[in-house]
Structure formats: structure tokens, C-alpha cells
């Protein structure tokens, strides 16, 4: 039996799982969890990335001996090193205010029709791009000689060794989704200095080793990671990564840059195997998770049991909205967007949950069908992994809003993606996506939520919204 260990840095926590591989076998047990806390210094959020690699070190010390290491987290955000390799202070956090304007900014010198057909991205206020343009004036920027994204930043401090995982790099805002390596001419348009970008590799490949073990790279940004653990039986599905944030789309051979695609928000960003990932970014679990810190965290599952029993669809508001995005008074913003949506005052935790569970619902329905339309694509069932396959409440509204039935499971797809693709690179698993994914069905349990209730219902939602 072969051992790895799968590095996942989530937005709220980490941890050091280990996986164990053979022909009939793959399994995972936590080698250690650990709180992820951003800090808010001098007037920015940043990410407490010593906190995180200290975190790292201890997961790996108690993993023991493993034949590999690899790492995934978050997308965009980034740090910078110096001529010496030292790290410039720390990465700051996505949810920063610090890009409030740039998007518009970069429109209206390069326009979005030109970023879209160039990177196949959607346009979020975070994305890296972004952030660098916003930095330029700082002396952090100006002393910077590498900027690495965060997986890589860990990996460097493991290895030595400096490089941009490409499932990760194709969520910059700066890869040609075309090429699948940095676009020179919107680097140089963007005033960013190009030998900032390390050379992009791929997972599967080797970065170096930590204390003797081989560190491989996987699909390191962890949505990437997460569709590889989709235990999909046939290309007709779509998927929803499902934890802090939301990522609904499907998995392509290419990517879809039409004008309609672009007019939809739907990104383009790299998978495993040359696979795209054509998805939507919505705000997921997020609102929830602040509403509970700012209850006290009462416990989910009582929570949950008194929305179930609230009467559906009664209050719903736009989790597109950015005015969900930092962090702070969530409560407050929910019940007052309830309100201009029309809905009633909101008495009680319970209601204010069924109407972020239902407005969530909806926003999966609403990225599904979209997705299906843009991409040409029919499916026959949703895959619903992450932390939010746990929310049966959940998994329920959403094979009921999109007409379709919902497999949830597994829990922690992005650690088995993580290990799947070590597992491969040490030639212990054989195949492509469909041979692991094989296996996956074969080892990891998967709960069916059957479609119920009215479409009416939801097309009536969805009329009140706008959508």
C-alpha cells in the first residue's frame, strides 16, 4: 500500500490528510487540521501565511513517511520574494478592498471583451491581475522579483524551487487560455513586469523534495483538485465544488469564449489532463459560515433541522451581489436585501438560513442551466462535493431547483483529487480521469437526492430575483 500526503488549504481551514492507494483501495485519514485566520493589519486583510505553513510542517510531521507531498489551496492571491528569495511581507487577503475600482480601470484601457477572449476569465474583482495592478505603486512591488500564488509560495519553502502549477496560474487573469502559459502582450499592457511570472508546469510533474520525499504538483488550485474527485461515471455531469464558495460548471475539452459566455460570467480556467473547467464562481457557504460566527456557531445540524421546517422560498436575495463579499454585519445585509427583494421581516436564525440555503439553490439551478446552454452540453446529474455535500438541507433544494438528481459526495474530493494525481506520477494508479474516477466510485460513498417539489416554485423565484 503506497501512502501521500495531500496538502488542502481551504479558506477557513487546513489540513494534512493521508491517503492510501492501492487496486481496490483509497482511502484518506487527517494527519492534523488547523485553523486558517486572516488578520487585518494596518487597514488590509492578509493571510496569516506563516500560521499556515507552520501548520504545513506539523501535518507532514505527523503524516510520517509518505512516498509523496502535494499542495493545493485557494486561487489568486499571491506572494511576493525579493532578489534574495525572502518573502515581502504578508500574501493579502482576496476579500481586501484594496482592488475596489481597478476592474474598471483595466476595462477601460484594455476592455473586457479583449481580457475574456484572451484568458477566458470571469471578471472578478480578485483576481490576480487585479491585485498586481493595485500593488504597482507599493515598495513591496518594486522590490519584488518572483510573485508566487500560494501553493507554489509552500512549495518553495518546502523545495527551493520556484514554479507556477498551471491549474492555478489559469485563474490569474494573466495565462492565454489558448497557449496555457503567461499571455506576454497583456503582461506588457498591464505595466506588469513579465519576469515577475515563473515558468508554468503541470500536475503530475515534479517540483523537488522536502527532507528526502518527493513534492509533486497537482491540480493545485483546489477546485481542480476537487474535479478530479468527482466519482462521475460518464462526461454528462455537471459539478459543484461546494464550501466557502460555490464553483458549478462542467468539464470540457475546451474552452467556450463566445460573447454569450462572457455576457454570463462563466470562466474558463485549466483542469487536469488539458481538461477546462467552464464554471461559475457563486458566493456559496459563505454567508452562512459569517451569519453562524456572528450567532455564536450554535450547531449546524439544529440549524439546519429548523430550516427545513421554514416555509420555503419565502425570502431570497442575489448571492451574485457583491455586497456579500467581506466579511462583517452578514446578518444585517442578508435581512436588508431580503427586504428590497420583497420578502417579510426575518424572526429568527432558521428563516434567515432557509433564505440563504434557498437563494443558493437557486444560484446552483441558475449556473447549471447556463452552463448547459453556453457549453452545448446536456447532463444527467449534478455532483456535489466539498464540505457542502454534508448539507442535506442543502443537496435537497438544489436537485429540486435544477430539476435534476444529486449525487453529494465525497466530502473530501479535493484531498482525493490531490492524491489521485500522486498517485499516478508514482505510478501506483494507471489511466486518465475516467480510470480514477473509477476507483473513486468503487471506494467513496455517495448519497442520491432524487428531484421533488414545483418547478413552478422556482420559476417564480427566479422571476422575483430577475433572473
Known sequence: MNKFAAVDLGAS??????GRVGPSTLDLTAAHRFANEPVRAGGTLHWDILALYRGVLAGLAEAGPVDSIGIDSWAVDYGLLDASGALLGNPVHYRDGRTDGVPERVAGRIGDDKLYEITGLQKLPFNTAYQLVAAMTTPQYEAARQMLLIPD??????TGEVGAEYTNASTTELLDVRTRNWSSPLVTELGIRPSLLPAIRQPGSPIGSFEGTPVVAVGSHDTASAVVGVPASSDRFAYISCGTWSLVGLELPGPVLTPESRAANFTNEGGVDGTIRFLRNVMGLWPL???????GSPPIDDLLRSAALSPPLAHLVDLDDPVFLPPGDMTGRVVRAAGAAGGAPMESPAVLTRCILDSLALAHRR???QAQELAGREVDAVHIVGGGARNELLCQLTADACGLPVLAGPVEATALGNVLVQARTAGVVEGDLAAMRSLLRETQSVVRYAPAGDEGQWRAAERRLGS
Open 289 to 295: 459560515q459569517e451569519a453562524m460566527r456572528e450567532w
Open 13 to 18: 481551514s487546513g489540513r494534512v490528510m493521508v
Open 367 to 369: 449556473a447549471v442551466r
Open 153 to 158: 509560495l509552500l512549495a518553495y519553502w518546502l
